[in-house]
């Protein structure tokens, strides 16, 4: 029987256009790091970012839209104090504490994509 070794990347959509305002959220908030893209696959627009084994591909849509409810999980070390950093620069936070065991957040990116942001309480810095 094939079983699943681990996620290789996730992809998020964004509209048209929406590659150098994504930055501002991915990159400069979240600290991705933008990785090229394929030579076959750049004329596709959209972005790639990475930071250690975590791998976030930004895909262009035509009809776009935002999900809402959708959404990729980041484990961080600090999730007040990126939430406040994310309120501080223009995007939306929501706080949240329905999931036992865990302090966690949502942000939402320029696009109004929701990123869920965790980490398990008694957890140390990871």
Partial sequence: MTTIAAIDHVQIAIPVGGEIVARAFY??????????KPASMAARGGAWYQLGDVKVHLGVEQDFRANDKAHVAFR?????????????????VKHDDELPGHVRAFLYDPFGNRIEILKPIGESGR
């Fill in 76 to 92: 961080v070390a600090d999730v007040a104090g990126l939430a406040d950093q994310a309120q501080a620069r223009g995007f939306r």
């Fill in 27 to 36: 990159a400069d908030l979240l600290g991705l790091i933008e990785v090229p």
